[in-house]
Nanobody, 119 residues
């Protein structure tokens, strides 16, 4: 069994910063690409950023230059540093990871952490 647990969300003023973390635990044989998604009220879940096991990254255009995804492979943890936050960034943020476990590869999701940007 593999679990993903996000943390670091909260209320922040426009222009502020937050750092999200997501820890992967359980029977992990290999940890591959890790991603962040977000879902705003009334909207579909959207891709935010991804990071491959080798460190290659990808971002949605709306966060490019403001958000930075990183990972600590030794701690099975992915981070999302979010700067210059705006109300449009308000959403539940989910992490997602491709995990090779018990002889097969699966994609797992966390439960999400709320980020609210408001004055």
């Amino acid at each position: 069994q593999v679990q993903l647990v996000e943390s670091g969300g909260g209320l922040v003023q426009p222009g502020g910063s937050l750092r999200l973390s997501c820890v992967v635990s359980g029977n992990i044989w290999r940890l591959y690409t890790m991603r962040w998604y977000r879902q705003a009220p009334g909207k579909q879940r959207e891709f935010v950023a991804s990071i491959q096991s080798g460190g290659g990254t990808n971002y949605v255009d709306s966060v490019e230059g403001r958000f930075t995804i990183s990972r600590d492979n030794g701690k099975y943890t992915v981070y999302l540093q979010m700067n210059s936050l705006s109300p449009e960034d308000t959403a539940v943020y989910f992490c997602n990871a491709d995990v090779y476990t018990v002889g097969d590869q699966w994609t797992y999701w966390g439960q999400g952490t709320q980020v609210t940007v408001s004055s």
